[in-house]
């Protein structure tokens, strides 16, 4: 469970100040499916960056798992990322020297565990987003939306408790899309993991049963 | 991550950047390879310094003998010296003394068939001193007790060579003159490897009876002698035995000896300050390939923010980060340090192939370049990775 109370953060440019967020409060439970819409400047990348132990909050607090972890130290917040948070970005962020299944293996090279479990685990993950024939290919000889396959398995192979995806169909047609977003979908009811999708993109938001509204750094409205 | 996914990952990345780490590994090759081949070719320049010299014998020792300052002693002391007749004495001071040569060196302008003789220093000398310092003859005899005071001489092999220029190649029986003396050639000297030891230079030097020299300057005094002793001497109580004896024989004068295992000890220091200085020359242009590393590295690190990203993100800490970068640099620079130990050997064995000096591996010189270079590459790479270390996720995650 995931719960954010009444978060602010304030970024100080120079002398000017700037609230991005000015009280978030939130409760997302385990394996729920949320969208965070929002404009441009609503403070969702903010809310994300919290979201994902990325940034701290400048007051408010974050319980994850009943833990407060708003003020983790920069090791303790790399270590929960690393087991708790898996990451899907909009321009997938793989890393071009590696293949598909390193990409995959990434998290888990920085846990303790074997080359040789790391790489059964990888390989069973691709497997689960459909691209175990894929597994040496490089991320240019691979579409957007294998690409973004591949970033899912990254994202899920260490098997954490969030799954935080920012624009993940943004730069994918409306096809491929689709496909990503029928897959964050289905890991979401099979794997049982939460999947919190940062949009813009009401087709997206549209397919999750829980939609955020952030406007001006506050939460405006929920349906769901 | 253990240490062996951390190498393998250093090489992974420092491949896919071939001509970056190739140019980085070249400052460091050149480095390393300089410092090799610079100390191991002043060790072996040593030791063949010090091989010539040890062929000589280490049972050696020279006595110097100065006069008084005149003026403040008495014209009766200011006239006194060692004479060939106090020799046996002097020999008999200690049972280790196996040979004395007493000699006598001048400067005198020698002619020969009217022109000057190039260099031509006289040295009086007994059959004692071709004996003690090797000195071998190429043609007819070296100068003998039985000469007395007859004016006969031998050439070095230098006066030879230029006799030999002017068309006379058997100079001996031919008369040259010194002083105003004429002096029968008979004998010439096999050319003579000059030691530190014996202060005259036999090759440009003529060779005339110890007895006869007194005649040609007033000047001529023994003031030189070179002992040969039994093997393994003891000469710290030779040298105090025949201190004493001079001291008796020559009040007032200052005595000073010299054996050759003092200067090899002097060589050693020197040659050691010469390995130090040419390490130091060395280790500048390994410096100058430490800071091409660094450089490199902040490249590196500038180019790879979003991989730095990326891998904050998925969970690497800033110390999984910092070790990435710096293993990287510790690999190149290790890479580098390697090949540039067999460079600089490859370099110093040429250099003993034109000198015709002897080449043996020695270890300390290729060991100083690996841990020096690892160094470099730990110093170098520090910066950077720590730069890389403290890079903000968000900020390098940001889309562009």
Redesign the interface.
């Known amino acids: 469970m995931i719960e954010l109370r009444n978060v602010t953060k304030t970024y100080w440019m120079g002398k000017s100040r700037h609230e991005a967020l000015k009280g978030v409060s939130l409760q997302i439970d385990t394996g729920e499916l949320v969208a965070i819409m929002g404009a441009s400047g609503s403070g969702k990348t903010t809310t994300m960056n919290i979201l994902g132990l990325l940034d701290h909050p400048t007051t408010g607090e974050y319980y994850l798992n009943e833990q407060d972890v708003s003020q983790l130290s920069h090791n303790q917040q790399a270590t929960l990322r690393n087991h708790s948070i898996g990451f899907v970005f909009q321009s997938f962020f793989l890393l071009s020297r590696l293949d598909a299944l390193q990409n995959v293996a990434l998290p888990l090279t920085y846990r303790n565990v074997g080359a040789k479990t790391i790489k059964k685990q990888a390989m069973a993950m691709l497997g689960k987003v459909g691209m175990s024939e894929w597994w040496n290919h490089r991320p240019n000889e691979l579409s957007g939306g294998q690409q973004q396959r591949v970033a899912i398995a990254r994202a899920l192979v260490g098997d954490p408790n969030i799954v935080l995806a920012d624009e993940p169909t943004g730069s994918l047609d409306s096809k491929t899309g689709q496909a990503v977003l029928d897959l964050l979908i289905q890991l979401n009811k099979t794997e049982k993991t939460t999947v919190i999708i940062i949009t813009h993109d009401e087709r997206v938001a549209s397919r999750c049963p829980r939609v955020v509204k952030l406007r001006d750094g506050l939460v405006m409205e929920e349906d769901g | 991550?253990n240490v062996k996914?951390n190498i393998m990952e250093a090489l992974?990345?420092l491949f896919?950047a071939k001509l970056r780490s190739f140019l980085a590994i070249l400052g460091i090759l050149v480095g390393t390879g300089s410092v090799v081949a610079l100390i191991t070719s002043s060790q072996l320049a040593t030791e063949h310094a010090l091989a010539q010299f040890e062929t000589m014998g280490t049972n050696l020792l020279a006595a110097d003998v100065q006069p008084p300052q005149s003026g403040i002693v008495s014209s009766q002391q200011q006239t006194s010296a060692l004479t060939l007749e106090q020799m046996p004495e002097i020999q008999r001071v200690s049972p280790q003394i196996v040979e004395v040569a007493p000699y006598i060196t001048l400067f005198q302008s020698i002619y020969f068939d009217g022109e000057a003789v190039n260099g031509g220093q006289v040295i009086g000398a007994t059959v004692a001193l071709a004996d003690i310092m090797n000195i071998r003859i190429a043609k007819g005899r070296f100068v003998s007790y039985l000469d007395r005071s007859n004016p006969y001489c031998v050439i070095g092999s230098s006066i030879a060579a230029d006799f030999a220029a002017k068309g006379v190649s058997d100079p001996l029986g031919k008369q040259i003159q010194i002083g105003d003396w004429l002096f029968t050639i008979v004998g010439v000297a096999q050319p003579w490897a000059s030691n530190w030891f014996f202060l005259a230079d036999v090759n440009k030097g003529v060779i005339v009876p110890l007895d006869v020299s007194y005649s040609l300057s007033q000047y001529a005094k023994i003031n030189n002698l070179l002992f040969r002793l039994v093997p393994n001497p003891d000469i710290p109580s030779v040298q105090a035995m025949v201190l004493r004896e001079l001291k008796k024989l020559l009040p007032n004068h200052n005595i000073s000896f010299r054996n050759p295992e003092q200067i090899i000890n002097i060589m050693k220091n020197q040659q050691a300050t010469f390995t130090w200085l040419l390490g130091s020359i060395g280790g500048i242009s390994l410096l100058v390939g430490g800071i091409g590393v660094m450089n490199i590295m902040l490249v590196s690190v500038v180019e790879r923010r979003?991989?730095i990203?990326?891998?904050?993100?998925?969970?690497?800490?800033?110390?999984?980060i910092r070790r990435m970068f710096l293993m990287e640099a510790v690999v190149l620079t290790l890479f580098g340090g390697l090949l540039g130990i067999i460079l600089g050997l490859l370099c110093a064995w040429i250099l003993t192939e034109v000198t015709g000096w002897e080449f043996h591996f020695l270890i300390t010189p290729p060991l100083l370049g690996f841990v020096v270079s690892v160094l470099v590459g730990i110093i170098s790479g520090f910066y950077p990775a720590h730069r890389a270390s403290k890079l903000d996720?968000?900020e390098t995650?940001r889309?562009?």
Do not use: H
């Open positions: 991550m996914t992974d990345n896919s979003r991989e990203g990326i891998r904050m993100a998925v969970g690497a800490r800033r110390s999984d996720p968000i995650l889309s562009e």
